[in-house]
């Protein structure tokens, strides 16, 4: 039996808007629709769904996903036996790292010593393994410019890199409450749009103004956004929005 939109919404926990979408970027298209305009979706549409959401968890961008599940060579089968074994691995690296914040708890209070190398036991900024075989088993074997760029850097350039997007994140969180045409938050966007195009990116003002939507349309970014401050992804989207009109003039 199909299921409306916001049947689907219940049960996975997605909302509306973001099944709306993935219907518009042609990630996750509704099997038909009803006379009065409804998006049903089938049971197949479900399973393509998870799989979705399965990738999602491990930071794909739609994108990338909608070539992999397109892909002719796709399997689901083997997708879920990948999916499961970079859960667990990502499940040892997390243990590792509550182990680590123990130890540290200790060695501040001074029960524990605590070697420099101890300290950072579970962190890992490899390259996404994960990724490259999926990429190899299901088509879109092409590097990302994006991922190049930030693979050729040092540990300590990719480090620098983050700190330096964080304290990005948190400057425009002091400014959220301003209106997003004001001069310091159009200030802010170009420093982002500027920041974006260094890491490899390349982001036309199109593309940026597109991204700006992605930031309230899909749930992840919004909650990651809106960690720096409540209502950071919807001031970010307008103003990035009036950022890319304003000079693509």
Wanted: aromatic residues 10%; proline residues 2%.
């Amino acid at each position: 039996m199909n299921m409306k939109v916001k049947e689907v919404s219940h049960l996975s926990g997605i909302s509306v808007r973001t099944l709306h979408h993935y219907d518009e970027i042609g990630l996750l298209k509704p099997e038909s629709t009803s006379s009065s305009g409804y998006r049903l979706y089938s049971e197949d549409n479900l399973e393509t769904l998870q799989q979705i959401l399965f990738f999602r968890e491990l930071y794909f961008p739609l994108k990338q996903i909608k070539g992999i599940i397109h892909s002719p060579s796709f399997d689901r089968k083997e997708a879920l036996t990948l999916h499961r074994q970079t859960l667990l691995d990502k499940r040892k690296r997390i243990d590792k790292m509550i182990a680590t914040i123990d130890k540290t708890t200790q060695y501040m209070k001074g029960d524990i010593h605590m070697s420099n190398k101890e300290k950072f036991a579970g962190f890992d900024f490899s390259d996404n393994r994960y990724e490259e075989e999926a990429r190899k088993r299901w088509g879109n074997k092409a590097v990302d410019k994006t991922n190049a760029t930030i693979n050729a850097l040092s540990h300590d350039e990719q480090q620098s890199l983050g700190e330096e997007m964080t304290a990005l994140f948190e400057q425009f969180a002091t400014i959220r409450h301003l209106s997003p045409t004001s001069e310091n938050a159009q200030s802010a966007m170009k420093e982002w749009y500027h920041f974006l195009n260094k890491t490899g990116h390349h982001y036309s003002l199109a593309a940026f103004k597109g991204l700006s939507d992605i930031y309230v349309s899909d749930e992840r970014f919004t909650k990651n956004i809106d960690q720096f401050g409540e209502g950071l992804a919807q001031f970010m989207c307008e103003a990035m929005t009036i950022y890319a009109e304003k000079n693509e003039k």
